[in-house]
């Protein structure tokens, strides 16, 4: 079989199987270096064949193209103008949904666009995604059993909930969602119907043991409009469908899932979300900076139902948190170009399968939000259905000077993209063995493999507070001067991607408590205690304070 484009684009799939067991980011990050590397290798296959045409082809429909500059622009603009630029570029370690992540998204778009457009292509694509979501909800099954679940407490820190490679049983559900609706859209679309009826049945074991009911209440909601559009049956079967969908999702939250405590959690975050938005109202706080603006709102009632170390990084709203880091330009954006897609959805009925995908997906959203592997299908689903919706212009453009340098600027840039994505990984396994020697109070080995995670990895936060901390923490027992010195470079280091937030200023804090400067570290804590008054780190550190300066006098 000769290896097309729409072959390759297919394989960034794979990424949600891809994990790293030795490191400190298991999931994500695998699969954001995983998506970039191949991403660098299209684009070397891409400019490489461009060169050999000498031309270059391009699909062009100006709608489509209004809507992706819009989005790129609220993007960029709430990267700019952030109270944390740096971190918004390069994102969270946790989560890395920065903008060097979302260009990576719009980057996949575009091939999704340009290569995805035959049925035969379509359908490969699809196939594909039912094959990993097998794969997927095998797995789901396994972790019932202790089998491949990363950590020892990780099914009991989720209360029996499979989490499959995605991280999170909720992520899991989100992923669920698109290769069950691939598997009913080719159940109609292929003669072998036999085929897919078992493989839907362990796709859905998969989602229900997720126990995700967001997910599960996007599935039920889409199907009900599946089970009314769709099928061809007299309408009393119809509503005798929709009722047992309607009886089946309520004694799934009655009688296997109760647990309100996750609602309850998720009412306070979106109280206290929204008391974020008159801040910055027009492009938002900054992508990825929910977490250092969240905490001068946070409710202390948040504590009765998540344990008090808890830092939220999301509302769980997707709509919400777009509001609070894009502000109501990019909300209006996401709002439209979900509002058109669902307007091609019902214009064309041949989209409608694949579009319920999407609508289970929106739903569960209310709930949640989209990492790697969501934004990846999203973008995805939607590139297929416009393909089969709207006219697109086939424009080739000679290799004139403009389009060379073009070409090459993308013929160097992708090298550099394969290469800092193997730095990252490189980097997050001395991350791993540096927080696990110091948990076992091993500074100087901790120090060590900290230090290379930050020569392969200068642009994460977490990796400079946690080197500050171990040499102001030595420094505090041998008094030694260069190494509070060398702590405050690695503080302030961070300080240039987080900005002044309280995780800074609490930072400082503590390395002026263990400097032995009271006055100075009242000072840094009061000014985290402003930005996050509820913080229990930082009520304790001042209590820890106060209680410190009564015994020296």
């Known amino acids: 079989m000769k290896i097309r484009i ?15 067991p030795i490191g400190a980011n298991i999931f994500e990050l695998p699969k954001l270096s995983f998506i970039s590397i191949l991403l660098a290798i299209i684009l070397l296959v891409l400019v490489i064949k461009s060169f050999k045409k000498g031309e270059l082809f391009i699909r062009y429909n100006k709608i489509v193209y209004i809507f992706f500059g819009l989005w790129m622009l609220s993007l960029v603009l709430s990267t700019v103008f952030s109270v944390a630029p740096q971190l918004s570029f390069w994102g969270t370690y946790s989560r890395l949904q920065g903008l060097y992540s979302h260009l990576i998204y719009l980057s996949y778009f575009l091939l999704f666009l340009h290569f995805l457009t035959e049925e035969k292509a379509q359908k490969f694509f699809l196939k594909f995604l039912i094959g990993i979501g097998i794969l997927a909800s095998i797995h789901a099954i396994l972790q019932q059993f202790g089998i491949w679940i990363f950590s020892e407490n990780a099914i009991e820190e989720f209360l029996n909930r499979s989490f499959g490679t995605l ?21 109609t679309k292929e003669n072998k119907k036999h085929l897919y ?20 209440l996007g599935l039920s909601i889409s199907f009900i409009a599946f089970i009314l559009i769709k099928l061809n049956i007299k309408n009393t ?51 990825e900076t929910f977490e250092s603006v969240f905490q001068k709102v946070a ?13 939220a990084d999301r509302s769980h709203n997707q709509y919400l948190d777009v509001f609070v880091v894009q502000g109501g330009f990019g909300l209006i954006i996401y709002l439209a170009i979900i509002g058109t897609i669902l307007y091609l959805i019902i214009r064309n009925k041949e989209n409608l399968i694949l579009g319920l995908s999407l609508l289970s997906v929106f739903i569960s959203d209310f709930f949640g939000f989209s990492l790697v592997i969501e934004w990846l299908l999203i973008i995805g689903i939607i590139a297929i259905i416009l393909n089969n919706s709207v006219s697109f212009k086939g424009i080739k453009i000679k ?32 991350y791993n063995l540096g927080t696990n020697y110091y948990y076992s109070e091993n500074s100087d080995l901790a120090k060590k493999y900290l230090t290379k995670a930050a020569e392969l990895n200068q642009y994460q936060s977490e990796i400079y507070f946690q080197l500050g901390e171990i040499l102001y923490l030595k420094a505090g027992k041998t008094k030694d001067e260069s190494s509070f010195n060398q702590a405050e470079k690695f503080i302030e280091k961070a300080g240039e991607f987080t900005g002044e937030n309280f995780q800074y200023h609490f930072a400082k804090g503590e390395l002026f408590v263990n400097k032995g400067d009271f006055d100075m570290a009242e000072k840094e804590y009061k000014k985290a205690k402003t930005l996050a008054p509820v913080n229990p780190k930082i009520l304790e550190g001042i209590k820890n304070l106060y209680q410190e300066k009564t015994s020296k006098f």
């Open 399 to 430: 290799t004139n000077l403009p389009i060379t340098i073009l070409l090459i600027g993308i013929l160097c840039l992708s090298p550099l993209l394969i290469i800092r994505s193997v730095k990252v990984i490189q980097a997050d396994n001395y």
């Open 237 to 287: 079967y119809k509503y005798l469908l929709c009722t047992a969908v309607i009886l089946g999702f309520a004694s799934f939250i009655f009688f296997i899932y109760p647990s309100l405590r996750s609602v309850n959690t998720r009412l306070i975050l979106w109280e206290n979300s929204v008391k974020l938005i008159p801040d910055h109202p027009v492009i938002g706080s900054g992508l």
């Open 299 to 311: 409710d202390s009632k948040l504590f009765n139902f998540e344990r008090v170390d808890t830092v």
């Open 167 to 187: 991280g999170h049983p909720n992520f899991l559900g989100q992923f669920l969602l698109f290769p069950i609706w691939a598997a009913i859209y080719l159940f």
């Open 6 to 20: 729409y072959h390759l684009v297919t394989l960034s799939l794979f990424s949600v199987l891809i994990t790293n």
């Open 197 to 216: 009826i078992p493989i839907l049945i362990l796709l859905f074991e998969g989602l229900i043991l997720t126990q995700n009911r967001a997910s599960i």
